[in-house]
């Protein structure tokens, strides 16, 4: 369903909130996006819809990520349809979802047809690991700047911190999959947050 165009933000760690024209510029914006998504494709999405198109605060982006995480298929897919639908509507979560699909499809088939002829080259493979580390880097970086969203949560930035120490332990060293880690941890903290506020 759409909603107002700038809707009061949470946090006010963004001047203005803007909104896209229409499905046509969600379903361009959400094309540059996916095609910049290689590895790395929380730092480029927080970098596109907070800081650049200002669609989002950090805050929210946050919220609606987490959401996007718990629902089953790819966490920006997730993101992008519930974006398109909430200024546009059904048009508008098509409209990014096709611009999340249409592009980097072909882009990808294209690219597996040479990864098959190529995939045995050494320098292939040394090329795809340091790609990963970078992927790593993005990743690392993009948490930095988020960190910053929690100064004004209910919970407070010590409990933060505590909740975000006990899922990277789940997914570093216990290796719990992701599935478990988000309704636990994430219901852990819906319910402490929704008791902070209640009256």
């Not at 024209?21 to 095609?35: E, I, K, N």
């Not at 988020?146 to 919970?155: D, V």
């Not at 990277?168 to 719990?176: D, F, G, I, P, T």
Request: hydrophobic share 55%; glycine share 10%.
């Amino acid at each position: 369903m759409a909603t107002d165009a700038n809707p009061p933000s949470p946090s006010g760690d963004a001047p203005q909130r803007l909104q896209p024209r229409s499905p046509g510029d969600l379903f361009w914006s959400f094309t540059w996006l996916a095609l910049q998504g290689f590895g790395g494709v929380l730092a480029v999405v927080q970098r596109e819809l907070v800081e650049k198109k200002r669609w989002m605060t950090n805050a929210e982006f946050l919220e609606d990520w987490a959401v996007a995480q718990i629902m089953p298929g790819p966490n920006v897919v997730n993101l992008s349809i519930m974006i398109g639908d909430r200024y546009f509507g059904l048009r508008g979560a098509l409209a990014a979802l096709a611009g999340m699909l249409t592009f980097p499809l072909m882009l990808v088939l294209a690219l597996a047809v040479v990864y098959a002829e190529f995939a045995s080259h050494p320098a292939v493979a040394g090329a795809l690991r340091g790609m990963g580390a970078v992927a790593a880097g993005l990743i690392a970086g993009v948490g930095i700047k988020l960190f910053a969203s929690i100064q004004n949560h209910p919970l407070g930035r010590p409990m933060c911190m505590a909740l975000a120490g006990l899922a990277l332990a789940a997914m570093a060293w216990l290796r719990l999959p992701l599935f478990w880690i988000l309704p636990v941890l994430g219901g852990v903290a819906c319910v402490l947050t929704f008791r902070k506020l209640a009256p």
